[in-house]
Nanobody, 122 residues
Framework: VQLQASGGGLVQAGGSLRLSCAAA????????MGWFRQAPGKEREFVSS????????SYADPVKGRFTISRDNAKNTVYLRMNSLSPEDTAVYYC????????????????WGQGTLVTVSS
């Protein structure tokens, strides 16, 4: 089972990126999915989650109104659209499949992708 995150890169402040997380080996269409990020020297933190049907989403306060999570179950892929990026968004972004518990807890997820680096320059 693999979760492959992609779409990271270097972008100027104010710019946008779209991250993708493709699942292989099994379907996650019945799972909540989440995005987390880990900035240099900091702990991994919750960014966003989406229900299996895509009708329920949640966002961490720092990204509300700027980031949008979505999914395409036919493609077994989850996306994170990031707008109005700032240097504070620089981090490795991880996608994960939810198992149980609160969607903003790292321990609630049991499958993790390898991460994709987002660097926002000022």
């Amino acid at each position: 089972v693999q979760l492959q995150a992609s779409g990271g890169g270097l972008v100027q402040a104010g710019g946008s990126l779209r991250l993708s997380c493709a699942a292989a080996g099994r379907t996650f269409s019945n799972n909540y999915m989440g995005w987390f990020r880990q900035a240099p020297g900091k702990e991994r933190e919750f960014v966003s989650s989406i229900s299996w049907r895509g009708d329920r989403t949640s966002y961490a306060d720092p990204v509300k109104g700027r980031f949008t999570i979505s999914r395409d179950n036919a493609k077994n892929t989850v996306y994170l659209r990031m707008n109005s990026l700032s240097p504070e968004d620089t981090a490795v972004y991880y996608c994960a499949a939810h198992r149980s518990g609160s969607v903003d807890y790292i321990s609630s997820y049991n499958y993790w992708g390898q991460g994709t680096l987002v660097t926002v320059s000022s």
